[in-house]
């Protein structure tokens, strides 16, 4: 078939713009379109008065009215698949019809990101087929050009471009879409939702045909998940694993929230790391714009890395004031032990079963979690495993402190009775990888007292708890009322940007100061410190370990509601928005196949969570501390909807 052209100007050499997820860098929300950032993306690719083109079947996250939502909460649901193509060019540019039809609709709608001017054809082939074309954002005259049931010709102008006062609010251009059924044009959907898209695309092809155009000119490749999982396997190890079933393709985060590659908006309910949210515009620009100007390390002086240590330091108990900048959490507890073997000329350390420290082989000699795990080497002889306090759904009895820390007291006997003193004892303050356990009160305490007088040092690794996850309290070990002799931190101190700590004494690091340079290449960076000097400003700024103890407080409610009438949840546990939720079977066993169940169903209401605990069956939640009260409600109403479901309730 031949088509009248649309336009006078020539569509085949415009630039075709990328709208898509992946295809915008800059830091915008999107929940709540940047309408002059949006304006100056076109602009820039499209000199006044030449056309430019937006891509068919293309993932866009700039439709942001409640229409595209399907609920209130941004994760709910939204349709973001574009299903026609745009064709930008200047207000009031004439449209021509490229084939013969009659008027079918004709409208003029007022919203915001709406159609504005619209116009829907009914055609019909030679042999009887009949079909649709849907013109959008039209200047509002087009409902004094036709009436419905009015023929039209090829070639016939048939409306103008509107301008951004009756298009929808949006840059001049016009929204062309085939369709192979019946709709009156203000309810025609432009815009689909990524999961129904297989559907969509049958009935509304691909319409660059009737621009003049080769089918395929301007359509947004396929999204990438199938090759890129082709493409992981082939360069990647095995054990680099992927959650989900289905994986998901990540190309945007903002605050609480993540995007998939189709514009897929989930709540991030799990990932701890981007501490003070994803994407963080402040942390985005303190970053490049340290690395614009340099990025070197600590062999030479500069203020921002003594202004981020005296930063962190000062938030942390007196004495604790020398800190060692690394580049993540392995590396700042392997340090740690060689600060401590260094200081006290010991070597026996003693750990928590079910502990993770890391990665490297120094820690992961120091995680039971990964050496008593698949493919562990197993227990060094220096390293001693103390029993991991494990919380009752009927909540700690006042002798747990003293009981636990027993476990303590005799791995300390067991390296007396070798004749030789502790280096240390190493703990996670709140076991995670444990299962999300609040110690008993008092349990550090004792733990502490029996460490230091046998000679060792206390190690926290508050690689997980601190910096005001907990809420108020800004570190884990301030709960328990102790002061360590060595904080290690990792994960959110640089929102992503690898940085670590090692916080210690004076007295400590000097004992380390034994002729051995202490030198990490991308540790303490510059451009590591302007991230952690960012995220301590947002977390102030923005009171976001005051959010984690509200909405903690809010969430852990909800959820000990939701037990109570839920035979399948075993025990709620947490502080702040560090939490568990311990899920059993109908015999009360913990039940790592209804906790992945629950993981996989919330991934489809789109809600990322994970499992952790010794038989996997924990919910873990620790999001971004900017989770908010309605992330908190849209969480627990996906929750108590998954444990009503009957075969949860019943633990089948
Ligand atoms: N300690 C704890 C408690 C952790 O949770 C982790 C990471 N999950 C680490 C240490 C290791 O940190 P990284 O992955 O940054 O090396």
Same mark, same amino acid.
């Given at each position: ?442 349990? @550090?305490?004792?733990? %502490? ?9 206390? *190690? $926290? +690794? &508050?690689?997980? !708890? /601190? ?25 959110? @101190?640089?929102?992503? %940007? ?9 007295? *400590? $690091? +000097? &004992?380390?100061? !034994? /002729? ?137």
């Amino acid at each position: 078939t031949t088509f009248a052209p649309i336009f006078d100007a020539s569509l085949h050499d415009a630039p075709i713009l990328d709208l898509s997820v992946a295809g915008n860098d800059a830091p915008d929300d999107p929940i709540l379109l940047d309408k002059a950032q949006l304006f100056q993306r076109i602009e820039e690719r499209t000199p006044y008065g030449e056309a430019a083109l937006g891509r068919y079947g293309e993932p866009r996250l700039i439709y942001t009215d409640a229409g595209f939502f399907a609920g209130t909460h941004p994760a709910s649901g939204r349709r973001t698949i574009h299903l026609g193509i745009d064709v930008f060019l200047p207000a009031l540019t004439p449209v021509h019809a490229p084939l013969p039809g009659r008027v079918y609709s004709v409208a003029a709608t007022p919203e915001d990101l709406g159609y504005g001017g619209v116009l829907v054809l009914r055609h019909e082939t030679d042999c009887g087929v009949v079909f649709f074309s849907l013109y959008g954002h039209l200047a509002h005259e087009v409902t004094t050009r036709h009436r419905v049931g009015d023929p039209v010709q090829a070639g016939d102008v048939i409306a103008l471009l509107g301008g951004e006062a009756e298009n929808g609010g949006w840059p001049p251009h016009l929204h062309l879409q085939l369709g192979l059924f019946e709709a009156d044009g203000p309810d025609w959907p432009g815009v689909a939702d990524p999961d129904q898209w297989a559907v969509w695309r049958e009935r509304s092809p691909d319409p660059a045909p009737m621009l003049g155009l080769p089918p395929g000119h301007a359509r947004a490749p396929e999204a990438q998940r199938h090759a890129l999982a082709r493409r992981r396997a082939t360069s990647s190890p095995r054990n680099l694993t992927l959650s989900y079933d289905v994986p998901l393709v990540i190309e945007k985060g903002w605050k609480s929230l993540l995007f998939d590659e189709c514009g897929r908006t989930f709540l991030d309910a799990y990932n701890n790391v981007p501490h003070v949210g994803h994407a963080h515009p402040r942390v985005t620009d303190a970053v490049s714009r340290q690395i614009a100007r340099v990025n070197t390390n600590t062999r030479y002086l500069q203020s921002i890395h003594e202004s981020y240590v005296e930063a962190l330091t000062s938030r942390l108990p007196d004495g604790l004031d020398v800190a060692f900048l690394v580049t993540s959490g392995s590396e700042g507890n392997d340090l740690a032990l060689r600060l401590a073997q260094a200081a006290t000329g010991a070597r026996d350390t003693i750990i928590l079963e079910n502990g993770y420290h890391g990665h490297t082989c120094t820690t992961v000699d120091l995680s039971h979690y990964k050496f008593d795990g698949p493919g562990g080497a197993g227990q060094r002889n220096w390293v001693h495993v103390a029993t991991a306090p494990m919380p009752e759904p009927t909540g700690w009895h006042p002798d747990h402190a003293s009981h636990y820390a027993q476990s303590v007291t005799e791995r300390l006997e067991d390296i007396a009775a070798c004749g030789r003193k502790p280096a240390c004892f190493v703990a996670e303050t709140f076991p995670s990888v444990g299962g999300q356990v609040v110690p008993p009160p008092g349990y @550090l305490k004792a733990v %502490y007292a029996g460490v230091r007088a046998a000679g060792g040092l206390c *190690i $926290a +690794d &508050e690689v997980q !708890t /601190g910096l005001g996850r907990l809420g108020v309290c800004a570190w884990g070990f301030e709960t328990q009322d102790v002061t360590p002799d060595i904080v290690v931190l990792g994960k959110p @101190l640089g929102n992503g %940007y690898p940085l670590g700590a090692v916080v210690t004494t004076r007295a *400590i $690091a +000097d &004992e380390f100061a !034994t /002729g051995m340079e202490f030198f990490s290449t991308f540790g303490g960076s510059s451009a590591a410190c302007a991230a952690g000097l960012a995220v301590l400003h947002v977390l102030d700024a923005e009171g976001l370990a005051l959010n984690a103890e509200t909405v903690g407080v809010h969430l852990l409610a909800g959820l000990r509601h939701l037990q109570s009438t839920t035979p399948t949840i075993r025990d709620v546990r947490g502080m702040g928005l560090f939490i568990g939720v311990e899920i059993a079977d109908r015999n009360g066993a913990p039940s790592r196949h209804h906790a992945r169940h629950v993981v996989e169903r919330l991934r489809g209401r789109h809600i990322l969570i994970g499992t952790d605990g010794p038989h996997d069956n924990v919910l873990k939640i620790r999001p971004p501390l900017c989770f908010s009260k309605d992330d908190a409600d849209f969480l627990l109403d996906a929750l108590t909807e998954i444990f009503n479901d009957r075969l949860m309730q019943e633990g089948r």
